[in-house]
């Protein structure tokens, strides 16, 4: 018995969830962002309560909303161009500090009592743009600060972080707008952007091999747009993701209309329902991040994106407030599978070489389409009613996920050899796939 070789130990199942925290640069990015994203949201709810407060006006809350964030749309293309050039440590840096220094910009003006709105609105485009140039290359360099084993499992416990923040920023905010008033929220968030600051300033980065570069930006970003739309899967996975954020994220800006007119609420129901979309997310980036590698992803997509799509549809007709809540925790789910399991996928798939221009599409495809799906369900609502119009973007994620799924077999056979060379599918199992699959050939 002595002479035989002991067995590793079994690794807990919450080590196991949190092993990308074992590297040193992502627990500093963690801790230092943990303290920031909660700055972001209370500084979020607060800026809406200031514009609808000065203004009254339910058009300047949406256009201030959309001046936010169509700058994504716009630039992150030549943002993912740049992280593929340069330093995304240093992007990442100089980004964080400008958004703190506009964060302290807006706290001055509205603690003197001198901001207007077309100043609002300016900054909120500030921000858009800083956050078009961070979020592309925040997602890239994701892979700098962990394994590629462990990647996966840092997009999902950094998506957990994120809708911790998304569930306590906002009741936070609510707290401070009442004691201290809007302006104090924004000096608080631009506060927090020291931690992450100094998260970023404290890693220790091996110096980054930069290819040298004989193209402009823009063949760049052409050649970038080649490969992401030649190589199916990144395509296909690109587009599903877009179809989700641009017909189903949207439906969220109709929750007042559910919550007052057909389930006969108030401004607490709405609370109660985007709180259980919030907890749904953070439940779904918990199971990503507990699953052992990137295998089976693939298939959790369309089914996540199928279940949004028929929980919006059957989350239409009910009059129930409990059912709706549960519909809306279901829906919460399948939003972050989707979102944070194209992420992984997409990392996992991508070129090096290419890696912050095809998250550049991915950024696009998350903020550039929800905008226009707000504008879209904003006036479809207007013209067939809230409970329609969400039916028929349920139905349009519904087809998109079945369309998906029909094409799975197809990228699987081209994400395998990429799972192979990576090593997360090991060459025993590829040995035994490639002896069953002649055996099975008539041939």
């Keep these: 018995m002595n002479g035989e070789p002991r067995k590793p130990a079994k690794e807990s199942p919450l080590r196991s969830t949190l092993r990308s925290l074992r590297h040193r640069n992502f627990r500093l990015y963690f801790s230092g962002q ?4 909660i700055g972001t949201w209370i500084q979020r709810v607060a800026l809406s309560w200031m514009v609808y407060r000065m203004t009254g006006s339910a058009f ?31 992007i990442l840096l100089m980004g964080q500090i400008l958004a703190m220094l506009q964060a302290l910009i807006l706290s001055i003006l ?24 961070q979020m592309p290359t925040l997602q890239a360099f994701t892979v ?5 084993k462990d990647l996966g499992n840092a997009i999902a416990i950094n998506a957990t972080m994120i809708n911790i923040g998304r569930l306590l920023g906002p009741s936070v905010a609510g707290i401070l707008i009442a004691a201290v008033g809007e302006g104090a929220c924004f000096l608080i968030n631009a506060v927090s952007y020291v931690a992450v600051i100094a998260s970023l300033l404290l890693m220790k980065l091996p110096p980054m091999a930069m290819a040298p570069r004989h193209k402009r930006a ?36 109709l929750m007042p209309v559910f919550a007052k007119d057909l389930l006969e609420g108030g401004p607490r129901t709405m609370g109660f329902l985007m709180a259980f979309v919030g907890f749904g997310a953070l439940a779904g980036a918990v199971h990503l991040a507990s699953r052992k590698s990137v295998l089976g992803v693939d298939r959790l997509i369309p089914i996540a994106a199928a279940t949004v799509g028929v929980m919006l549809m059957i989350f239409s007709m009910s009059r129930i407030l409990a059912i709706s809540l549960g519909l809306m925790l279901l829906t ?7 979102m944070a399991g194209s992420n992984t996928l997409l990392q996992t798939l991508v070129d090096d070489d290419k890696r912050g221009r095809v998250m550049s599409f991915y950024t696009m495809a998350f903020m550039g389409t929800m905008p226009v799906g707000s504008l879209i369900a904003g006036f479809l609502a207007n013209r067939i009613g809230a409970p329609l119009t969400v039916f028929i973007d349920g139905s349009i994620c519904v087809v998109g996920a079945l369309i998906f799924a029909r094409r799975l077999p197809g990228l699987k056979a081209m994400i395998h050899p990429i799972y192979l060379k990576l090593g997360i599918i090991p060459e025993a199992v590829a040995d035994i796939r490639s002896a069953v699959e002649m055996s099975a050939d008539p041939e």
Excluded at 240 to 248: K, P, R
Aim: proline share 4%; hydrophobic share 60%.
């Design 34 to 37: 943990s303290i920031s994203v």
């Design 60 to 90: 300047l809350l949406g256009l201030v909303g959309f001046a936010g964030q169509i700058p994504a749309f716009l630039l992150a293309p030549f943002a993912g161009v740049l992280a593929d050039r340069y330093s995304r440590h240093r």
């Design 110 to 133: 509205v603690l003197m009592n001198v901001i207007r709105i077309w100043e609002v609105i300016a900054l909120s485009i500030v921000l858009g743009i800083i956050n078009a140039f």
């Design 144 to 148: 700098e600060m962990v394994d590629k």
């Design 218 to 253: 823009w063949q760049e970003f052409k050649e970038g747009f080649v490969y992401a739309a030649a190589f199916t899967p990144i395509r296909d996975i690109l587009l599903m993701f877009a179809l989700v954020n641009l017909v189903a994220m949207p439906c969220m800006v």
């Design 332 to 338: 919460g789910v399948g939003q972050m599978i989707v």
